[in-house]
């Protein structure tokens, strides 16, 4: 297994995953969330956010580097589409 992690600096974390899930919670089944926690499971992926104080921790454990990635790029695309234009940056990190 692959674990993938960011840690985004925003002041509007549960906003931005809260909006994310609502909008994938009838196309993914299993997906579940409250204001400050999210698991959403992807085939051959699973994606865990949390929303602390000034921050968005994102950590994906997935079945290969590739598909890690493939998942990075499509959340982060998703959560900057409903950011309203802030300037969101993701240093993900394999651990």
């Known amino acids: 297994m692959t674990i993938s992690h960011a840690r985004i600096r ?3 974390a549960s906003d931005y995953f809260v ?10 089944p299993g997906l579940a969330f409250n204001d400050r926690h999210a698991v959403i ?4 992926a699973r994606c865990e956010l949390v929303a602390g104080e ?3 921790d994102i950590t994906l454990t997935a079945n290969s580097e590739t ?3 493939m998942f990075e ?3 982060a695309g998703h ?5 309203r ?11």
């Open 10 to 12: 925003t002041d509007h």
């Open 19 to 28: 909006r994310v899930s609502k909008d994938w919670i009838h196309d993914i």
């Open 41 to 44: 499971p992807f085939p051959g």
């Open 54 to 56: 000034g921050f968005l």
């Open 67 to 69: 598909r890690a990635v």
């Open 73 to 75: 790029h499509l959340l």
């Open 79 to 83: 959560i900057d589409s409903v950011s």
């Open 85 to 95: 234009g802030e300037n969101l940056k993701y240093e993900w990190e394999f651990q």
